[in-house]
């Protein structure tokens, strides 16, 4: 009995292993999702990328309110390759499966989004690598880069106006 039971534990701990489930990219908001859909069209569109890319799983978010509809937006996540050729139209996990014989892009992103528009002012940082060659050097300096964007509301707000 208990030899079965060591068995189910282990074959259930393997499964879990094995499938590391995708999220579904339409779970995340949409301020994050522009992001995602920011990262994926730049990775697709290298030259060296053969097939198309997609959003996998989150890794880490965070965001800062800066009030008047402003945010600023971190986020970590795995895209992952899919066995559609590249320019595939409207790709999706459905229709492009995902491919196990490469190895995932780890992205880091922070931008500031305005009424759900992602701004150009600062230019948005997208810093995405294959797994295998992010080091804890380029997590820090992605994490360096990001709170020198930090955004510093300095500027005068609308607390600040004198009333004439």
Do not use: W
């Not at 992001?35 to 978010?61: D, M, P, R, Y």
């Not at 899919?82 to 595939?88: A, F, I, M, Q, S």
């Not at 992602?118 to 997590?139: A, E, F, G, M, R």
């Amino acid at each position: 009995m208990t030899v079965f039971l060591f068995l189910v534990l282990v074959s259930a701990g393997v499964f879990l292993d094995t499938t590391e489930a995708q999220e579904d990219l339409s779970k995340l908001s949409d301020n994050y999702r522009k992001g995602v859909e920011l990262a994926v069209k730049q990775i697709n569109s290298h030259q060296t990328i053969k097939s198309t890319f997609l959003f996998f799983k989150t890794v880490e978010k965070s965001d800062i309110d800066g009030g008047f509809g402003v945010s600023y937006l971190y986020h970590r996540f795995y895209l992952k390759a899919t066995k559609c050729p590249k320019g595939t139209v409207n790709a999706n996990p459905s229709k492009c499966a995902f491919r196990n014989d490469r190895p995932l892009i780890d992205c880091g992103i922070c931008y500031k989004i305005h009424s759900g528009e992602i701004q150009s002012d600062p230019k948005p940082y997208v810093h995405c690598v294959h797994k295998p060659q992010l080091t804890q050097d380029l997590l820090k300096m992605r994490a360096e880069h990001c709170k020198e964007m930090s955004y510093a509301n300095g500027s005068p707000s609308l607390l600040a106006s004198k009333k004439p």
